[in-house]
């Protein structure tokens, strides 16, 4: 016979053997891609916990930045003081980043060509480990106390919080709730327990000393829990600033 015939066991190990070479070199590529990927994401949690948290700003391409994603220090003090919130760095944050935030930074890190450092956070005091004396924000900052929004994550701030901090922006704000709290205590007490006559003198006397139980006890909480209002503790890590 002139032809050799075909042996299908051969051609099939044949056709095996180029593939495997094909899929070692794919599995090789793979696993260099994913260590390079770990290896990044190593780094990034290591600036995360650990860097360098006072640089000035990164040096970022600025056509590649989203505009509404820029915020002024301005900006965001004044939302930390309405909501009560800190803005500290990463490395007082006691929360857990999630994977989808270093993506973000590694995506912009890629797009910029750079190494982002100098992370901050937003957040409440109860999501950080301060020092001694329910919706994060992670930003990088820029420069000229300009910052820019890289991940947001959690559960939004209650509908209310705004409202149920308001007291603490000031002392303005919390005499006033003080007084509003003590003409209602005033009011609730019965007619005629401590005298047969309802005068305004009486009023006026009950008044007084509602207010003044109110305040003591205002007093005692705040300086026991080392409590301040919004605008001193914003950007302080300390816990009773």
Known sequence: ML???????????????????????????VRGILNSIDDQHSRIEDNLANGNNHIPGNSFNFDLLETDRIYHIDQIKNVCIDYRLRFLDTKFFKGKIPVEAV???RKLESNHGIELKGFKIIAPSKLFKLEDKDDPLLFAPIGNNYFY???????D?????????????????????IVLISYIATLLIPTGLFSKTNSVAEFGILFFFMFKSIVAVTIFYGFALGKNFSPAIWNSKYYNA
């Open 3 to 29: 032809f050799k015939r075909t042996n299908l066991q051969y051609k099939l190990n044949k056709e095996k053997s180029k593939h495997n070479q094909v899929n070692d070199n794919i599995i090789e590529e």
């Open 157 to 177: 701030l209650h509908p209310f919080r705004k409202v149920m901090m308001w007291p603490f922006k000031n002392v303005a704000n919390l005499t006033f709730l």
């Open 103 to 105: 993506s973000q930074i």
């Open 149 to 155: 929004l890289i991940h947001k994550w959690g559960n």
